[in-house]
Antibody, heavy 117, light 111 residues
Framework: EVQLVQSGAEVKKPGESLKISCKGSGYSFTSYWIAWVRQMPGKGLEWMGIIYPGDSDTRYSPSFQGQVTISADKSISTAYLQWSSLKASDTAMYYC??????????WGQGTLVTVSS | QSALTQPASVSGSPGQSITISCTGTSSDVGSYKYVSWYQQHPGKAPKLMIYDVSKRPSGVSNRFSGSKSGNTASLTISGLQAEDEADYYCSSYTSSSLLAVFGGGTKLTVL
């Protein structure tokens, strides 16, 4: 069974750093891209970027380029999304999902990130 | 890049059919088969309902169907049921960013 399990909710202060994770199981982790998707409170879905764990090839949506870093450790089947300096506007639910060609077929349960002073 | 355009809300009675549109451009919906649709219930992760414009993943009811004409894709739900009440998002590959883009989402209310 394909599963993506994300790390737990985080509460951070502005300016702090953060790295959240997404662990894949039940399939060849290195053979599929992993996407990160943001959903701000009460808002729609936004593509942030994707990573191919097989070779760490990474692509970012223009809105997120330079704002976050996507990485992966294929030895433990885990993808990451990180911030070096959080802002209040980063408060959102973040989902990872498996990208099969052009669609997201399996999703993680989401990680809620709250940034507040 | 701009999101694909969806109606903010649609509604229908049980048993009826509804259609949600998703309008893009020749850089996304109009040029690629990678159009997909997702259902999201409150507090839940999105779920893939349609991929490659009109294909259904295993386990998705055949009441859900997808199509495309020009720069507009559509999701049709027939025989509406109370459990279909949710938010629906379309997505398409886009050559603008070599990635993908979502629509703004449509809230479906089953009356």
């Amino acid at each position: 069974e394909v599963q993506l399990v994300q790390s737990g909710a985080e509460v951070k202060k502005p300016g702090e750093s953060l790295k959240i994770s997404c662990k894949g199981s039940g399939y060849s982790f290195t053979s599929y891209w992993i996407a990160w998707v943001r959903q701000m409170p009460g808002k729609g879905l936004e593509w942030m970027g994707i990573i191919y764990p097989g070779d760490s090839d990474t692509r970012y949506s223009p809105s997120f380029q330079g704002q976050v870093t996507i990485s992966a450790d294929k030895s433990i089947s885990t993808a990451y999304l990180q911030w070096s300096s959080l802002k209040a506007s980063d408060t959102a639910m973040y989902y990872c999902a498996r990208l099969d060609r052009g669609w997201l077929d399996y999703w993680g349960q989401g990680t809620l990130v709250t940034v507040s002073s | 890049q701009s999101a694909l355009t969806q109606p903010a809300s649609v509604s229908g009675s049980p048993g009826q059919s509804i259609t949600i549109s998703c309008t893009g451009t020749s850089s996304d919906v109009g040029s690629y088969k990678y159009v997909s649709w997702y259902q999201q219930h409150p507090g839940k992760a999105p779920k893939l309902m349609i991929y490659d414009v009109s294909k259904r993943p295993s386990g998705v009811s055949n009441r859900f169907s997808g199509s495309k004409s020009g720069n507009t894709a559509s999701l049709t739900i027939s025989g509406l049921q109370a459990e279909d009440e949710a938010d629906y998002y379309c997505s398409s590959y886009t050559s603008s960013s070599l990635l993908a883009v979502f629509g703004g989402g449509t809230k479906l209310t089953v009356l």
